[in-house]
Nanobody, 123 residues
Framework: QVQLVESGGGSVQAGGSLRLSCAAS????????MGWFRQTPGKEREFVAA????????YYADSVKGRFTISRGNAKNTVYLQMNSLKPEDTAVYYC????????????????WGQGTQVTVSS
């Protein structure tokens, strides 16, 4: 069974930091590009960041560039999202996802999803 499990969400004050983790199991995700998305009630799921299977290529949504960093563990089956200088508008459920294709940012282009972890940033 394919599983992506996020952890590390929580509540933090504006300006604070959180580190999200996504552990993949059930197949070899080490060769898959991975991404992070977020969603708030009533809105579409929004792309946040993506990383290539090697970890050498990354790209970010403009809204998080310079504040968030995506990375992969040595075994490549774990993906992290370090979130610094958090703002109230970063409040959302954060999802990790895996895609067969590099360079895509649409949710429909990702094949596997985690269950999400809540991040709440208070002002």
């Amino acid at each position: 069974q394919v599983q992506l499990v996020e952890s590390g969400g929580g509540s933090v004050q504006a300006g604070g930091s959180l580190r999200l983790s996504c552990a993949a199991s059930g197949r070899t995700f080490s060769t898959y590009p991975m991404g992070w998305f977020r969603q708030t009630p009533g809105k579409e799921r929004e792309f946040v960041a993506a990383i290539s299977w090697s970890g050498r290529r990354k790209y970010y949504a403009d809204s998080v560039k310079g504040r968030f960093t995506i990375s992969r563990g040595n075994a490549k089956n774990t993906v992290y999202l370090q979130m610094n200088s958090l703002k109230p508008e970063d409040t959302a459920v954060y999802y990790c996802a895996a895609s067969r294709h590099w360079g895509v940012s649409g949710p429909d282009e990702y094949d596997y999803w985690g269950q999400g972890t809540q991040v709440t940033v208070s002002s």
